[in-house]
């Protein structure tokens, strides 16, 4: 009972009735996969190229079906192209075309090959180009990050654990704890690559194929690293794709970490941070808003990616060898997931650009936290004071801080002497933001001259 003029399926051969209009729509995946389609030329033209040369095409037909694809690729590129619904998917569209142009040889491309092995291909070389792309802005936000802690390298500023005040950091600091973030991230997608790279093609179906195919000079021509071992797993298998989604979940999870931070920092609460206009909205009933969106969709955004993580760990998990039409499930969680992180990151560098930084308020509030009490325990272990009892003495030195509203570094000689006769005049060197932060002076550690030493290193691994 179909309903509209319909394209000759090609399977048609064993069927009697057309598919239903309802089935067809219900199948068709060519709205969204036709993404694909650099892709499945390029594959098309290796395969091409491949049969031609182990004699399964001749030379003219191999010719005229690289003619043919390239300009069916041009048309695509140009918006001149009919996709049409009842082709079903990305593969078909371009196959039914090139038939429709160049006839009998055109027929002959799908030799030794099957969309089971073409869309796992497709698949894997359009990761691996996102993935690249990826790595890529992943660099160029840390490099944003790390011109900012060049600038902020000893601004100082209250570092919090359970968000209260806990020791004075550097700026520069807390901008190489997100610089390392992204780092791991960075990592986590390169060695994901590598799994990516590997070539389905050849597995054809489920069990490979009966012509005399050389699936090393396809992968070579397509630039894998290797060879899927087996064809039941290779046409099978999203584990790459899932693979590489988790990765972008971590991605997202860190950059909701620093917008919640951003979030904070902007709050007139804190009043750490402005970000600027051109990244921030207003109300359209509080005329003294300025709020900071951005970082908030961010946040919200990483949900998204979490939901598609699941969606393909769940589509995948009840699946018996080999192929199920199951996988093309597969395609809109990783598109989606690829435009939503690589806008982020994009958004993200231009966010962080934009940023004002108040370095008054940052160390006004970090002096105002006790945020120095560790070191002058410290300073007390240093005179010979078992480190438990000079936690103690700090503590009833901020008590007394609290009652008399005055930071330790506020307190007279003699008042903190009141609290251990070994405190003298060199505790105030101690006591400073500045002095506090330059004590932390090792590999990791906060001190200003750290800071950039760091820095110095972390340009290198870009
Ligand atoms: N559109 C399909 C997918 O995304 C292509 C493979 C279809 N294969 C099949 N035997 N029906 O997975």
Not at 242 to 259: K, W
Not at 276 to 282: P, S
Not at 373 to 391: E, N, S
Request: aromatic content about 6%; proline content about 4%; hydrophobic content about 40%.
């Amino acid at each position: 009972m179909p309903t509209k003029a319909q394209s000759k399926k090609p399977w048609s051969g064993r069927f009697t009735e057309s598919t239903t209009s309802l089935v067809e729509e219900f199948t068709a995946s060519v709205a969204f996969d036709k993404r694909l389609y650099p892709f499945d030329i390029l594959g098309s033209i290796a395969h091409a190229t491949m049969l031609a040369h182990v004699g399964v095409l001749s030379m003219e037909e191999r010719d005229a079906i690289i003619d043919g694809l390239g300009k069916i690729g041009t048309d695509i590129e140009a918006g001149q192209f009919q996709w049409s619904e009842d082709l079903e998917d990305v593969h078909m569209n371009i196959e039914a075309e090139l038939v429709r142009r160049i006839g009998e040889a055109g027929k002959k491309l799908h030799t030794g090959r099957s969309r089971n092995d073409q869309v796992a291909t497709d698949l894997r070389l359009y990761l691996r180009e996102e993935t690249d792309l990826l790595i890529k802005a992943l660099g160029d936000l840390q490099t944003v990050l790390l011109d900012i802690a060049e600038r902020e390298f000893d601004t100082p500023m209250p570092g919090f654990t359970h968000l209260q005040i806990a020791q004075p950091v550097t700026f520069g600091h807390h901008m190489l704890a997100w610089f390392e973030m992204l780092a791991r991230d960075r990592e986590r997608l390169s060695d994901g690559r590598s799994r990516i790279n590997r070539m389905p093609l050849g597995a054809a179906a489920l069990a490979g194929t009966g012509f005399p195919i050389d699936r090393g000079i396809t992968a070579e021509l397509l630039g894998f690293e290797s060879i899927c071992e087996n064809s039941l797993d290779a046409v099978s298998d999203r584990d790459f794709a899932i693979e590489f989604t988790a990765a972008c979940a971590l991605i997202m999870t860190h950059l909701s970490r620093m917008s919640e931070e951003l979030i904070l920092w902007s709050s007139p609460a804190f009043d750490f941070i402005e970000l600027g206009d051109g990244f921030c909205t207003g109300s359209s009933i509080m005329p003294q808003k300025k709020n900071p969106d951005v970082p908030e969709l961010v946040r919200g955004k990483t949900g998204r990616i979490d939901g598609h993580l699941l969606a393909l760990l769940v589509l995948m998990k009840g699946q018996p060898l080999a192929y199920n039409r199951d996988n093309q499930e597969d395609k809109e969680p990783l598109f989606d997931t690829v435009d939503t992180v690589t806008s982020c990151i994009l958004v993200y560098a231009g966010l962080l650009m934009s940023m004002t930084i108040k370095r008054h308020r940052m160390s006004a509030q970090a002096t105002q936290g006790f945020s120095t009490a560790t070191d002058l325990a410290d300073y007390l272990v240093r005179k010979g004071i078992p480190f438990r009892d000079a936690h103690e003495i700090v503590g009833k030195a901020v008590h007394h801080g609290i009652e008399t509203k005055k930071d330790l570094c506020a307190m007279t000689l003699a008042e903190l002497q009141s609290f251990s006769p070994l405190i003298a005049e060199d505790v105030f060197s101690v006591l400073s933001l500045e002095g506090s932060m330059a004590s932390r002076n090792h590999i990791g550690g906060t001190a200003p001259g750290q800071v950039l030493k760091a820095i110095g290193r972390a340009r290198k691994r870009i």
